[in-house]
C-alpha cells in the first residue's frame, strides 16, 4: 500500500508560481512512476505531468508544457511540480498518482493516488 499526501497548493495572481510536493509513504518508491493530474470543476481529471523512476524521464501536457517542472527525490520520497507562469484556467485540484510500472502514462489508470490540493489563480 502506498500513501500520497500532497501539499503546496494555495491562491496566487496571474503569472505567479507555487511548487506542490508530494510525499509517499513507502520504501520502494524508487520502484514507481509518478504523474501529477488535475480537475476543475465539472470537467475530467486531466494528465499534467509524469516522471520516471529514476527521473531522468519527464513528460508533460501540452498545456503546461514549458511552464511547469516535474521533478522527484527518491532519497525523500517525494515528487514535486513546480508552477511557474500561472494562468486562471490552471485553477483546478491538484493530485499526485503512483504507478508501479517502467513508463509513464497519460491515463488515469495510476495504482495510488492523493486526496489533492487545491490551486486557484486569480486574474
Known amino acids: 500500500q502506498v500513501r500520497l499526501v500532497e501539499s503546496g497548493g494555495g491562491l496566487v495572481q496571474a503569472g505567479g508560481s507555487l511548487r506542490l510536493s508530494c510525499a509517499a509513504s513507502v520504501s520502494t518508491f524508487s520502484s514507481y512512476v509518478m504523474g501529477w493530474f488535475r480537475q476543475a470543476p465539472g470537467k475530467a481529471r486531466e494528465f499534467v505531468a509524469g516522471i520516471n523512476r529514476s527521473g531522468g524521464t519527464t513528460y508533460y501536457s501540452d498545456s503546461v508544457k514549458g511552464r511547469f517542472t516535474i521533478s522527484r527525490d527518491n532519497a525523500k520520497n517525494t515528487v514535486y511540480l513546480q508552477m511557474n507562469s500561472l494562468k486562471p484556467e490552471d485553477t483546478a485540484v491538484y493530485y499526485c498518482?503512483?504507478?508501479?510500472?517502467?513508463?509513464?502514462?497519460?491515463?488515469?489508470?495510476?495504482?495510488?493516488w492523493g486526496q489533492g490540493t487545491q490551486v486557484t489563480v486569480s486574474s
Open positions: 498518482a503512483a504507478r508501479a510500472t517502467t513508463m509513464i502514462i497519460t491515463t488515469t489508470r495510476y495504482d495510488y
